[in-house]
């Protein structure tokens, strides 16, 4: 008979093996829904940031080609977010509705930093984006994870 790792006393085969956790497995799980998220942001990022500047280049102002750019990488970034990073179906109401949620959140979070923290606090311009830049993607990560995908899975 075989004994536990961590313990003499125990035998190995007298539990279950789909109730003790494998936790390298879900480390390398957890570290690569992050890549897979960090991979996503960056592409959505460039996406939008190509597609406004096209837009500008093509005539539009540049409020309209921010609203273009930004719709299309929001839904682009729904789609990726949730079926390669999160692995869940699309066409899901409630997630749909908590996402857009997050995005709202993250809105009034990066307002609030750029508009009044920063300018508060005396920083730059420069120094305001940057924080909302930091903080955007860990705030959407943990609010993607423990509540708009985490839902779904159930």
């Given at each position: 008979?075989?004994?536990?790792?961590?313990?003499?006393?125990v035998?190995?085969?007298?539990?279950p093996?789909?109730?003790?956790?494998?936790?390298?497995?879900?480390?390398?799980?957890?570290?690569?829904?992050i890549?897979?998220?960090?991979?996503?942001?960056?592409?959505?990022?460039?996406?939008?940031?190509?597609?406004?500047?096209?837009?500008?280049?093509?005539?539009l102002?540049?409020?309209?080609?921010?609203?273009i750019?930004?719709?299309?990488a929001v839904?682009?970034?729904?789609?990726?977010?949730?079926?390669?990073?999160?692995?869940?179906?699309?066409?899901?109401?409630?997630?749909?509705?908590?996402?857009?949620?997050?995005?709202?959140?993250?809105?009034?979070?990066s307002t609030?930093?750029?508009?009044?923290?920063?300018?508060?606090?005396?920083?730059p311009?420069?120094?305001?984006?940057a924080?909302?830049?930091?903080?955007?993607?860990?705030?959407?990560?943990?609010?993607?994870?423990?509540?708009?995908f985490?839902?779904?899975?159930?």
């Amino acid at each position: 008979m075989a004994t536990d790792v961590l313990s003499d006393t125990v035998p190995s085969d007298t539990v279950p093996s789909d109730t003790v956790p494998d936790r390298p497995r879900t480390m390398r799980t957890d570290r690569d829904q992050i890549l897979r998220f960090c991979v996503v942001g960056t592409g959505v990022a460039g996406l939008y940031l190509g597609l406004f500047l096209l837009g500008v280049e093509l005539g539009l102002a540049e409020a309209a080609a921010n609203i273009i750019s930004l719709g299309c990488a929001v839904v682009v970034q729904y789609i990726a977010q949730t079926a390669w990073t999160f692995r869940r179906p699309l066409a899901v109401p409630e997630q749909i509705l908590r996402f857009a949620c997050t995005i709202g959140l993250g809105f009034v979070v990066s307002t609030l930093i750029t508009a009044h923290v920063g300018p508060h606090l005396g920083w730059p311009p420069a120094l305001s984006g940057a924080v909302v830049m930091l903080w955007l993607p860990i705030q959407n990560y943990v609010m993607f994870r423990i509540w708009v995908f985490a839902a779904a899975a159930k």
